[in-house]
């Protein structure tokens, strides 16, 4: 069996971070040095890259802790723990009461990354979900892209390699526009075929503080959801989103 290779440069750099995370205090050079078991001429070397970052702080002592720029992380890595332990009580509901699948995800560097999907009891085309999706042929996707100010959506189009996963999928500029606008109108966005060959999604917003920070959708097979309705699978959807944008204040 062969073993993954990790690149030592970031194995050793996230040690350094990790030994300055657990010090109850700065910490040195030749301290870090001994503690990591790597040479001083390495630790300095990556806390200066560390330090350009602002991921460290150095004292005038030569001494170091955590800086800004690493709570930052800390900071995100918790809003969105925190918005899946709202949502999640809310999907696994959805969930049990429609048998479909739900999807919570977020938007980050021009793509869709969900976060949480809870798998209803009938069985989906969709045996688990990408992590990343694009936004421009995914029901959540197309929800963020509806809320771009005008040169955000520009800057976008201009940068997207647009993909045909499908003969549904919309690759032509001007089409999309026209759906981004139906959403804004609707709040409901849809993925009709558009990234699997008999798989729908329909999307809805969650907001905080009426500023959306994610999305939640749910999928299934098209055949399967036309049977048991789109619109009262809309109602369900509509319902989680209002319950969780209520938990969400």
């Known amino acids: ?29 030749s301290e870090l040095s001994r503690k990591t078991h790597l040479p001083k001429t390495t630790v300095f070397r990556l806390l ?47 969930a049990k009461t429609t048998g479909e699948t739900i999807n919570l995800g977020i938007l980050y560097n021009s793509e869709v990354v969900y976060l949480k999907s809870i798998t ?26 509806s809320t771009f100010s005008p040169d955000q959506l520009s800057a976008y189009l201009k940068n997207v390699d647009f993909k045909k996963m499908t003969v549904n999928t919309i690759t032509e500029i001007e089409p999309l526009k026209k759906e981004l606008n139906q959403i804004k109108q609707e709040q409901f966005s849809y ?10 999604c329909i999307a809805l917003p969650i907001l905080r503080k009426k500023k959306i920070v994610a ?15 789109f619109k009262k ?10 319950e969780i944008n209520k938990s969400m204040c």
């Open 48 to 94: 200066d890259s560390l330090e350009q970052l602002k991921i460290v702080n150095k004292s005038d002592e030569q001494e170091y802790n955590l800086g800004s720029f690493f709570y930052k992380f800390v900071a995100q890595a918790k809003n969105k723990n925190d918005l899946v332990q709202i949502a999640l009580p809310f999907m696994k509901k959805f």
């Open 191 to 200: 993925d009709r075929e558009e990234s699997e060959y008999g798989l729908s």
């Open 215 to 229: 999305a939640i959708s749910v999928s299934g097979p098209t055949a399967r959801m036309k049977a048991y309705g």
């Open 120 to 145: 209803g009891k009938y069985f989906s085309l969709q045996v688990k979900l990408i992590p990343v999706a694009p936004l421009y042929c995914s029901s959540i996707g197309k929800i963020f892209l």
């Open 233 to 242: 699978i809309k109602t369900n959807l509509k319902f989680t989103a209002e």
């Open 1 to 29: 069996m062969t073993e993954n290779k990790i690149n030592k440069t970031i194995a050793n750099t996230f040690n350094i971070i990790d030994v300055i995370a657990n010090a109850n205090a700065k910490i040195g050079v």
